[in-house]
């Protein structure tokens, strides 16, 4: 029998808003394994971002950043950054167009203190990594801005035909995935993922599968939400979770229950992978 993998997102798949991960979740990556198959996260957030009760679940390895760092029993596979002068040209750019933005490297996530920040923004992610979280104004930026992608937030002080110019600007160096808005205290704010061009979760299974000589056929892709879309085409069989968006579940070959009522236990069920 063919060694089969499966990948997960993991906000909205994994673990919910509240950062709880359902005990049949933890039991079926442990029981996936159990019978041979591989378990990988694969997500937009970089390594350093990635909650540690997910990490401590125990997966064959990872997929982050968008693609642009894969590892496998803690072996790094593959890794990309972005030039020291493409990061300063993406930070002037961002500043000139007034947008905030939280600079996504391996080991370190960085914020603009100059640009718009969301109220709590600095707070919730200082909670997440800690020590890890840096100001662009406490370091030398034109070397130690080592990010591999960012994420920009546009606030209402942003005229809409800046969003324009700024997202014509980054398409020459970036795919640009824009998310849904998200709304603070009625602000509607508009969220923009820059990634380097070619790179995806999608592109990080392909990679993945090739070096360990898979067969993309036999991967199994678990996601919720329309950031997902390009990871659940690219595996051999794309799961959206029964809590995930409309989009999501165009795109997926099959969909399972929500996060809350054991949809990953249930799908791996279905498909005889535990």
Known sequence: MNRKAAFFDIDGTLMTSKGFIPESTRDSIKMLQEKGNLAFICTGR????????????GFS?????????????NNTLFYYELSHEL?????????????????????????????FNPPGQVDTLRKSVGDNLLSINDIDVDSELIISKATCVAGSEADKWDRVKFLNLMSEYYDVLI????????????????VPEGMSKGSGIRRLCEKLGLSVSDTYAFGDSVNDLEMLNSSGTGIVMGNGSNAAKEYGDYITDDIDHDGIYNALKNFDLI
Do not use: M, W
Request: glycine share 8%; net charge negative; with cysteine.
């Open 61 to 73: 390895g990872i997929i982050s950043g968008c693609g642009t760092l894969i590892e496998h029993d």
């Open 179 to 194: 998310q849904q808005p998200i709304f603070i205290n009625r602000e509607r704010l508009d969220v923009f993922e820059i």
């Open 87 to 115: 990061a300063v040209q993406t930070l002037n750019a961002i500043r000139k167009y007034k947008f905030g933005a939280v600079y996504e490297g391996r080991y370190n996530l960085y914020f603009d203190p100059e640009g």
């Open 46 to 57: 970089t390594k350093v971002n990635i909650p540690s009760q997910v990490i401590n679940l």
